[in-house]
């Protein structure tokens, strides 16, 4: 039988059974949707948070007080106890280092805002005026924090854009006074950038001196020291010359951990390039449940189709051939069901990608991936049907008995 | 043509023996019009399944143009059957999606012959069994007899030498039935083996040669 008769046959026998042919495209197109549309999900949660990395700033390595061994975030840089505080001093004395441009102390807590009677719970930020070019963050009223000593005190604030909506809903928030505990900040500014950034959420803010946040919190240890340095292609030599600088200051002891933009960049590709594969994985599973389908109403096909199998072979076809018949039936069912699959994948993530800010992107590989898979499930499910029918008994077969 | 020699086969059917067809010996010329007759269970279907490799023999030699068929593997005897055999049904056995001239182009196609010499040979055919108005019609469009012809035209597209028919007026009013069997004799005038099961002594009349069955074994073999 030609390769062109063999499709031309499996085709009008498929279009023939046209409630159960378009029951095993639409378990393939499902299966392989369901590829498209969690491998987008994860990729789309990878340039989320890779976005959120470089919407950071450039050329930024961050401080944080405590050692690791390995370049990720452990728990105990998120807050353990750590021998040496980390300390504005500290962030001071890189300032000297050639390499660095601009560094930024912060404290990071939670507090309670207040005005007249309306009260809020929010972030707290202590921050030096550097924080504005190093996030590259601007005021869209109003001035940026005082460029003050980092060690001096100052009763202002500059708040974000929802903050200042929600506690001074029918006036401009600058120049207004506000509580923080019993301590009273004069608004200077009002945030002008949008969006989260490393779990804050910039509109949600408010920024003070960082000595004054050291005050409220009664500590002298910094969250971290973002450190901007001079060149993107100077990043290791920055991050040694932190290292020494620090392990100089505290007694020889190296009990920091200093990552480059670029190392959290490719910690968090590598984890959510894992998550995107074992989306992947999970949706494969209904591809196989697919190709189970598929072998059960094939299995019904060949059993109602007994005469045809047993007439075939009467005209001389030879079980190699009838096999093939019936796998070529179930590739040609695989093949279209992924197609339609993809489609529909890639349409709905394109829908997803047009209302939500989330870059849902399904990578290639995983449209390659699936619909290998779809297919190499029609073969594999499809060899044991197809077998039966070339090993049924041409009698019995017409007969229609079996 | 045909030479069987001892040739017996056996069913289990549950705990027993059932013996279709036992010991026969035959032999059929070519170009010969044999009818098989017997009642149901006398082993007459067996004995064309036999002859037409559709089913082997339990025990027995069965020689065609004097090549031992029941040596032959699967694939070998697929090629005699498609190659040397013709076969008619009582239910026709049309493939109901496929139009008449592509049901007769069927064996052509699983013997990968090119699509144009296919096209005209079954053209042909069908023209020669007086269908040439009816090649585009599926199955279901035709009548029992009209259907019956197209199977004819199926059975001889590949040129057989041998056509096996079983009780091929068996679904046919007494009209088309004739016509088919008109269609049957004139091929077989023209050289082809003919062999008919049936149980209508009116058809087995017709043939030149009868045999007669009875529980697996020949009760009497006639030439008129």
Redesign the interface.
Same mark, same amino acid.
């Given at each position: 039988m030609k390769a062109g008769d063999l499709l031309a046959f499996a085709t009008q026998s498929l279009l023939r059974a046209r409630m159960r042919s378009s029951m095993m495209l639409l378990a393939m197109a499902i299966g392989v949707a369901a590829v498209v549309m969690l491998t987008a999900l994860g990729e789309g949660a990878r340039r989320y948070v890779t976005g959120e990395f470089s919407a950071l700033g450039t050329n930024l390595v961050v401080v944080f007080p405590g050692r690791t061994e390995t370049g990720g975030i452990n728990p105990g840089v998120l807050g353990g106890d750590t021998p040496r505080d980390l300390t504005i001093a500290d962030a001071e004395s890189l300032l000297r280092l050639p390499t660095v441009a601009d560094a930024a102390p912060i404290i990071v807590g939670q507090a309670t805002i207040s005005v007249g009677r309306l009260e809020r719970d929010t972030t707290l930020m202590g921050g030096t005026r550097s924080i504005f070019a190093v996030r590259r963050w601007g005021v869209r009223q109003g001035e940026l924090l005082p460029a003050i000593r980092w060690d001096q005190t100052a009763s202002v604030c500059v708040i974000g854009a929802n903050l200042a909506r929600e506690l001074f809903p029918h006036m401009s928030a600058v120049g207004q006074w506000l509580r923080v505990g019993e301590r009273r900040f004069r608004v200077i500014g009002i945030i002008g950038s949008e969006g989260r950034s490393l779990g804050f959420d910039v509109q949600e803010l408010i920024l003070v001196p960082v000595a004054t946040a050291e005050a409220i919190y009664n500590r002298t240890s910094l969250f971290r020291i973002l450190v901007q340095a001079r060149s993107p292609d100077e990043m290791q030599r920055t991050r040694t010359d932190i290292v020494e600088t620090l392990k100089a200051r505290h007694q020889g002891v190296e009990d920091v951990t200093v990552v480059t933009q670029d190392a959290l960049l490719s910690t968090f590709n590598a984890i959510f390039t894992v998550l995107t594969l074992a989306l992947g994985a999970i949706a494969t599973i209904s591809l196989l449940v697919a190709g189970v389908l598929v072998m059960n109403v094939m299995l019904v096909a060949v059993s109602q189709r007994t005469a045809e199998i047993g007439l075939m072979k009467a005209l001389g076809a030879r079980p190699g051939q009838i096999t093939r018949l019936f796998l070529m039936e179930a590739v040609l069912l695989a093949l279209c069901g992924s197609l339609i699959g993809v489609t529909v994948g890639e349409l709905i993530t394109w829908a997803v990608r047009k209302t939500l800010p989330f870059d849902a992107v399904a990578p290639t590989w995983a449209v390659v991936f699936g619909v290998v898979v779809a297919i190499a499930c029609g073969l594999i499910f499809g060899i044991l049907p197809a077998r039966r029918a070339a090993r049924l008994d041409p009698v019995l077969a017409l007969a229609g008995k079996v | 043509m045909i030479e069987l020699r001892h040739i017996s086969r056996f069913f289990q059917v549950g705990g027993e023996t059932v013996h279709a067809l036992d010991d026969v010996d035959m032999t059929i010329e070519s170009g010969e019009y044999v009818a098989v007759m017997g009642p149901s269970g006398s082993g007459k279907s067996t004995l064309l =399944?036999i002859l +037409?490799l /559709?089913?082997r023999p339990t025990a027995g030699t069965y020689l065609l143009d004097g090549t031992n068929t029941t040596d032959l593997d699967? =694939?070998a005897q697929?090629?005699v059957? +498609?190659?040397k055999v013709g076969?008619i049904?009582q239910t026709f056995?049309l @493939? *109901?999606? /496929?139009t008449a001239l592509e049901n007769v182009e069927? *064996?052509m @196609? /699983?013997?990968?012959r090119p699509g144009a010499e296919r096209r005209a040979r079954a053209r042909e055919l069908l023209a020669g069994v007086g269908l040439a108005d009816r090649m585009d019609h599926r199955p279901d469009q035709l009548s029992g007899g009209q259907r019956q012809r197209v199977a004819i035209a199926?059975a001889m597209v590949?040129q057989p030498a041998l056509l096996l028919a079983d009780e091929p007026t068996g679904n046919l009013d007494s009209g088309s039935g004739k016509e088919v069997l008109d269609v049957l004799e004139k091929l077989n005038a023209a050289g082809l083996t003919l062999i008919v099961v049936t149980h209508d002594p009116l058809v087995g009349a017709r043939a030149r040669r009868r045999i007669n069955m009875r529980d697996g074994k020949v009760l009497e073999d006639v030439r008129r």
């Open positions: - | =399944n +037409g /559709l089913d699967a =694939n697929a090629r059957r +498609g190659e076969f049904f056995h @493939v *109901p999606r /496929l069927l *064996p @196609v /699983l013997a990968s199926r590949m």
